[in-house]
């Protein structure tokens, strides 16, 4: 399998992740870029890998074969307290998280992520979740599929575009290319030089994969696993986001006290100083790698 995908903010990564660690858990593995790199300047760290897409986890395994410090996890990411306790470790000096998809992802018609490559309209990360995103928009009302596409994709034309989408459900479209077909046609507005279809498709994807969901559950289970001299990093690519990881990290160093567990009943507040930081892409890197552009990588430090 030809795995391509180009990890952003790699330097920066690199740079920031300054802590000499131990245990490096990375929430989206993907290609294995950004753990190559942190392999390469941390050779005995040991490293968990987490994807919950299985071609991303055959790819990592093949990999990393030669690595006996990396462990690789077929998973949601949500479920990190649950892998690390499976496999014995109290502690976590660096977690990582590179948000959405990847370009293999992307770029494979299959999957069903894109709008200009032909193929079922699926968006699942993992294969084995039951909801495609076909299921999803039948599934849905058209009141829900508009609030998803103002909340994910401020679609300014939410309204239309969820007629549009039940409507060719209903027809029995199935394939991505006819979706992205109609709603360029419903659509009155696009910015100039964006495929119309763009932010439809992604809200729908944030959907199928219930991404703000995972994001949240995983800050919350990995934050309170981090060692004395804990890093939290993670890259996103997109304004929601985006807030709820700058909230959460802004919380965390005011020493706002927050709840998991099961019910959200286990309340957690570190005393510890913490910091925060957030580094963007250099002009270069977002000329060599566009996917770059929205990209925004967010640090929180312990101690
Ligand atoms: C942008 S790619 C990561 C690329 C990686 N940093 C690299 O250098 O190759 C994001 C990856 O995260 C995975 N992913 C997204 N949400 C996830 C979740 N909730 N749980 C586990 N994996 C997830 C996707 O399947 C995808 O492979």
Redesign the pocket.
Known sequence: MDFV?V?VLFNEVLSSFDNEPAVFV??????????AGILEKYPDVRAVL????QD?VAHLREKFASFPNVTVVN????EIDKILFLLQIPKVDIVFA?????SF?FDTPHRGFSMQKDGPMDMR?DKNSPLTALDYIKSATEGELRMILSLYAQEREAGTVARTLKRCADEGMTTTLQFAEEIRKAKKYAKKGIDPSTQVFMALRMAV?D?LG?LEK?LKRAFPLLSDKGIMGVITFHSTEDRIVKNFFRDRRNKVPFYVGENDTVPVCDDASFSVDMLVPTEEECSRNPRARSAKLRILKKG
């Not at 990375?26 to 753990?35: A, M, P, Q, R, Y």
């Not at 987490?50 to 897409?53: C, E, G």
């Open positions: 995908h990890p990375d929430l989206t593995s993907g290609g294995g870029g950004h753990d987490v994807d919950r897409d991303a998973a949601p990411f949500s590179d948000l959405g998809v990847s992802q990360m994969n991404e995972e995983a």
